[in-house]
């Protein structure tokens, strides 16, 4: 992290020095101000975008979700009304999950039935989190 911010100090005195230099030359007699302005927020920019890449590294996402059967098979619960489950975990209402699932909702609403009975829950959103905890979601 030092190594980093006495870099940075050590661009930013060379930059400084630079436009001393370059206010005496006739570069900056030809051109205007602004050309000069933008072409040190470029390279400001270019700094920033590698100082931040240094500093905080992308880390790969390689977890993959492993579904909790063991927990499944001992509450009983079929794949139909996981896939339930799942549909309202991303927030589905009865009519949409019984459109995506080609049922009608009816059934929807007896799968969801038995789930809070499997699931000891009272609520939708009790049922999504037990199921979270046992991990038979995600």
Partial sequence: MLRVVVVYGVVLAAGALGLQWLQYRYLVRAYPIEIY????????????????????????VTTRFEPNIAARATLG?????IE?????????SN?????QLDVS?????THVARLY???????RTEAILK?????MIR
């Fill in 37 to 60: 302005v933008a072409l040190v927020a470029l390279a400001f920019l270019g700094l920033g975008v590698w100082v931040g890449t240094k500093l905080f590294p992308r880390t790969p």
């Fill in 77 to 81: 619960i079929s794949d139909r009304e």
């Fill in 84 to 92: 339930v489950l799942e549909l309202l975990a991303a927030g589905r």
């Fill in 95 to 99: 009519k949409e999950i019984a459109k």
């Fill in 105 to 109: 909702p009816n059934t929807v609403k």
């Fill in 117 to 123: 009975d499997k699931l000891e829950a009272k609520r």
């Fill in 131 to 135: 199921a979270r905890e046992l991990g």
